[in-house]
T-cell receptor, first 115, second 111 residues
Framework: GAVVSQHPSRVICKSGTSVKIECRSLDFQATTMFWYRQFPKQSLMLMATSNEGSKATYEQGVEKDKFLINHASLTLSTLTVTSAHPEDSSFYIC???????????FGQGTRLTVV | QKEVEQDPGPLSVPEGAIVSLNCTYSNSAFQYFMWYRQYSRKGPELLMYTYSSGNKEDGRFTAQVDKSSKYISLFIRDSQPSDSATYLCAMTYTGRRALTFGSGTRLQVQP
């Protein structure tokens, strides 16, 4: 099946710094990718929809200036957490759709810890 | 009220048992229903995908959808310790590709 690769799988950063997470569709083109956030023992919550070549669409309550999304190519979307704080510590997961079907493929997730 | 409700568990069963996992939802617009399995600190893996009401079987897994009751289920037969994971229901509708997830049910199958 289609593969979505997310990198890094784990990152620890200092409070106030920025962290970039990459999401790549390895064997298909994805015009749309999605970024989710998951707190411990909770569900995945949609943060934003990443659209290739245009601005991302953010869900209500998600700060667009804090969570910068760039989808510069059909196989890569990036999420940058700017000026990270401990409350941003979470599990971030991306997903992408293969244009030929309706199944969403998920990356392996990134565990962000802000100290 | 959450759009999708799912009992978080944990659910502990002996090996070989039949497991029943359930979700209820409130948005009647949902048309597509999925079950994902998520191992600790990993991304979700699709198990089952259904569109209409009724049953769909794939190996040891059976997905059931009752749109009139806004209720979906996943049954796992002959459960194995390797089935121990968190199971997430997810759903969406035509025109929306983002998924709405339940909170997940943590399953532990005891050998």
């Amino acid at each position: 099946g289609a593969v979505v690769s997310q990198h890094p799988s784990r990152v620890i950063c200092k409070s106030g710094t920025s962290v970039k997470i990459e999401c790549r569709s390895l064997d298909f083109q994805a015009t749309t990718m999605f970024w989710y956030r998951q707190f411990p023992k909770q569900s995945l919550m949609l943060m934003a929809t990443s659209n290739e070549g245009s601005k991302a669409t953010y869900e209500q309550g998600v700060e667009k200036d804090k969570f910068l999304i760039n989808h510069a190519s059909l196989t890569l979307s990036t999420l940058t957490v700017t000026s990270a704080h401990p409350e941003d510590s979470s599990f971030y997961i991306c997903s992408a759709y293969h244009s030929m079907n309706t199944e969403a493929f998920f990356g392996q997730g990134t565990r962000l810890t802000v100290v | 009220q959450k759009e999708v409700e799912q009992d978080p568990g944990p659910l502990s069963v002996p090996e070989g048992a039949i497991v029943s996992l359930n979700c209820t939802y409130s948005n009647s617009a949902f048309q597509y229903f999925m079950w994902y399995r998520q191992y600790s600190r990993k991304g979700p893996e699709l198990l089952m995908y259904t569109y209409s009401s009724g049953n769909k079987e794939d190996g040891r897994f059976t997905a059931q959808v009752d749109k009139s009751s806004k209720y979906i289920s996943l049954f796992i037969r002959d459960s194995q310790p390797s089935d121990s994971a968190t199971y997430l229901c997810a759903m969406t509708y035509t025109g929306r590709r983002a998924l709405t997830f339940g909170s997940g049910t943590r399953l532990q199958v005891q050998p």
